[in-house]
């Protein structure tokens, strides 16, 4: 193997090195609309909680009216 040869192939393994170094680290970025889809995450979860109390409320209003009579 000659110096050229040699210096092609030091090149190409710094080349593959470097492309797998930003191939791992976009894998392990997350995606943009991740911030987008937790913030309706966020909000779903507020609305069920919200819903779940308003059932629950109504289910002890409606109890004690039963115990009332």
Do not use: G, Y
Request: hydrophobic share 45%; charged share 40%; glycine share 0%.
């Amino acid at each position: 193997m000659n110096v050229f040869s040699a210096a092609v192939a030091i090149m190409a393994i710094i080349a593959l090195t470097e492309i797998s170094k930003k191939w791992l680290e976009a894998r392990r970025r997350p995606p943009e609309d991740t911030e987008r889809i937790q913030a309706t995450l966020d909000d779903l979860r507020d609305r069920v909680e919200t819903l779940e109390r308003i059932v629950t409320d109504q289910r002890d209003v409606l109890r004690r009216k039963f115990d009332e009579l």
